[in-house]
C-alpha cells in the first residue's frame, strides 16, 4: 500500500564533474546518435510533394528501432498517446506500389517510393485544439524526405500539417480541396538551423489552436501561421519524397493532447525558448553516473536512468546549471523495472540536497509537489499528500512530465494536462535535475529522455 507522507531519506547523487555556472547554459542543438551509417542528403526541396491514395493492406518491411522509451497506447477522451508497441493500435497498415505504411520493430514506418509523393496514416482520433509531438528519423538509406505530424483531418483533399526535411527544410502545409499550399516561408519550405539532418532523430510538435497553428522542433520555436481550417478533425503522421523515390520515415512517441490552458501562439520569438536540453546520447554532458549500495543513476542506449533499491528512498540527480527566474522542466520518462507504486520526477530551484522543489508522479497515478527547504520536506499538494489524479494512466509506460516554476507559483502537468498547483516562496532559482523514489518495495528503475528547460 502506497505510505502517502513519503520519508525523504534518500540520498543526493552528487555530480561526477561540475559543471556549474553563473548563468543559465545555453548548449548546441542536442543531437541524437544515429543507430545507422549518416547519408548525407543534398536536396533543397521548396514545395510540399504531392498526395497519395489508399493502398491495400500488407506488412512492411521492419527497422532498427529508434533508442525511445517502451511504452503502450492509450486513448482517453482528451489525449491519444501510441508509441506503436501494439501493432493493433489502429493506425493504418497499408502498402503498393506507392509505398507502405505500418508497425515495424516498435515503431511506426513510412516508406514512399514515388518522385514528388507523400503517404500519411490517421489513428481515427478526433480532436478540436491539438498539441502534437512525435519523434521522427529518416533511415540511413532513405533519400531526402519531408516528415511530420497532421491535424484537423477531414479527408485525404483537407488537412493541415506542420513538417521538416532530412536536409533541414520545414514548413506548416495544408492540404484544402485536393490543394497543397506551404502556408509559411512565402510559399516555400525554409531552412532552420534547429532541425537535425540526415538520419538523425528529432522532436517534432504541432500546435493547433483555433485558426492558429504553430511548428515546434527540438523544443524550439521555427514559425506560425494562421490559416482557415476546420475546427475539428483527425490527428496523424505524413511523409514524402521530392526529386528521388524511395523515402523511409520512422517514427515514435506519438503524443496528442488538449493544449495547456491559456495556450497562445503569436507572441513567441523563434530559437529563444529553450535554455538547457539533453537526449542523453553522450554519456558526458553532466549528469551523475555511479552505484552505491542504494542504488545507481547513468547514462544507457541514449537514456538516464535512476535505480532505488532501497525501500522508502529516493535518489536524485542534476547537471550542474544555474538558472535564475522562471523555468518550466519537461522529461519523457517511465518505469523500466519495479513495483507500480513508484515514483518519477522533475526538481527545479535546486540550491543543494536539502533545498529545492519538485514535481513527481507514481506508475499507480499518485502525484505530489514537494518542497525540501532546511531539510524538512513538506507535500505543498493534496493536504499534505499524495494524492491520485485520473489524468495519470495507471500502469503506463511512458509519462511526459512538466513542472512550471514561476514565481511563487508550481504547476505540475502530465501528458500536457495540468494536475495540480502549489505555492511556496521559498526559492527563487537553481538547478534543476531528475529524481525516482520507492515506497513500501524498492527495486525501482526508472528510464529518462528528451529532458528540457525553457522559458514560461
Not at 524550439?220 to 523515390?245: N, W
Not at 558526458?284 to 535505480?307: H, K, L, M, P, V
Not at 550542474?320 to 522533475?346: C, I, R, S, W, Y
Amino acid at each position: 500500500m502506497r505510505q502517502l507522507a513519503l520519508v525523504l531519506s534518500g540520498l543526493v547523487m552528487l555530480l561526477a564533474c561540475s559543471l556549474s555556472s553563473t548563468a543559465p547554459a545555453v548548449p548546441a542543438t542536442p543531437t541524437r546518435v544515429p543507430l545507422l551509417p549518416t547519408t548525407e542528403s543534398t536536396a533543397k526541396p521548396t514545395r510540399a510533394p504531392v498526395g497519395a491514395q489508399t493502398l491495400p493492406t500488407k506488412t512492411p518491411v521492419t527497422d532498427e528501432p529508434l533508442a525511445t522509451l517502451d511504452s503502450s497506447s492509450s486513448a482517453a477522451g482528451d489525449r491519444f498517446v501510441d508509441d506503436f508497441s501494439d501493432p493493433g493500435s489502429g493506425w493504418d497498415v497499408n502498402s503498393g506500389k506507392q509505398g507502405s505504411v505500418g508497425y515495424s520493430a516498435g515503431e511506426y514506418v513510412i516508406q514512399v517510393d514515388e518522385v514528388d509523393y507523400s503517404l500519411w496514416a490517421n489513428p481515427g482520433q478526433t480532436f478540436e485544439d491539438v498539441l502534437i509531438g512525435v519523434t521522427t528519423q529518416s533511415s540511413a538509406d532513405s533519400a531526402p524526405a519531408d516528415m511530420g505530424a497532421i491535424c484537423r483531418y477531414q479527408d485525404a483533399d483537407n488537412f493541415i500539417y506542420g513538417e521538416i526535411t532530412s536536409d533541414g527544410f520545414y514548413g506548416i502545409t495544408q492540404m484544402k480541396k485536393g490543394d497543397f499550399t506551404v502556408l509559411t516561408g512565402g510559399g516555400k519550405l525554409k531552412p532552420n538551423d534547429t532541425i537535425r539532418q540526415a538520419d538523425k532523430a528529432n522532436q517534432l510538435q504541432l500546435l493547433c489552436a483555433g485558426n492558429n497553428f504553430a511548428l515546434l522542433v527540438n523544443d524550439q520555436f521555427i514559425d506560425s501561421v494562421t490559416a482557415d481550417a476546420p475546427a475539428s478533425g483527425d490527428v496523424g503522421l505524413i511523409a514524402g519524397t521530392f526529386e528521388k523515390s524511395g523515402a523511409r520515415v520512422r517514427f515514435d512517441d506519438f503524443l496528442a493532447v488538449l493544449p495547456p490552458p491559456g495556450t497562445e501562439i503569436g507572441p513567441l520569438s523563434p530559437g529563444n525558448q529553450a535554455l538547457f536540453a539533453d537526449d542523453f546520447s553522450d554519456p558526458q554532458s553532466g549528469w551523475d553516473a555511479r552505484e552505491t549500495d542504494n542504488g545507481a543513476s547513468g547514462y544507457r542506449d541514449g537514456r538516464y536512468f535512476i535505480r532505488v533499491e532501497k525501500p522508502k528512498y529516493q535518489l536524485w540527480s542534476t547537471p550542474g546549471q544555474d538558472f535564475k527566474g522562471d523555468v518550466v522542466v519537461a522529461v519523457t520518462t517511465g518505469l523500466n523495472a519495479g513495483p507500480q507504486e513508484n515514483e518519477m520526477g522533475v526538481i527545479c530551484r535546486y540550491q543543494d540536497r536539502d533545498n529545492f522543489v519538485s514535481g513527481s508522479i507514481g506508475s499507480d497515478g499518485f502525484y505530489a509537489i514537494i518542497e525540501e527547504a532546511k531539510g524538512s520536506t513538506t507535500i505543498l499538494t493534496g493536504e499534505g499528500k499524495f494524492q491520485q489524479s485520473d489524468a495519470i494512466p495507471i500502469g503506463s509506460e511512458t509519462y511526459f512530465i512538466q513542472l512550471a516554476c514561476i514565481g511563487d507559483q508550481y504547476t505540475l502537468s502530465v501528458n500536457g494536462e495540468a494536475i495540480a498547483s502549489a505555492t511556496s516562496s521559498a526559492f527563487s532559482g537553481g538547478d534543476v535535475g531528475l529524481l525516482a523514489g520507492t515506497f513500501d518495495k524498492g527495486g525501482v528503475e526508472i528510464l529518462f529522455d528528451d529532458f528540457s528547460v525553457n522559458k514560461p
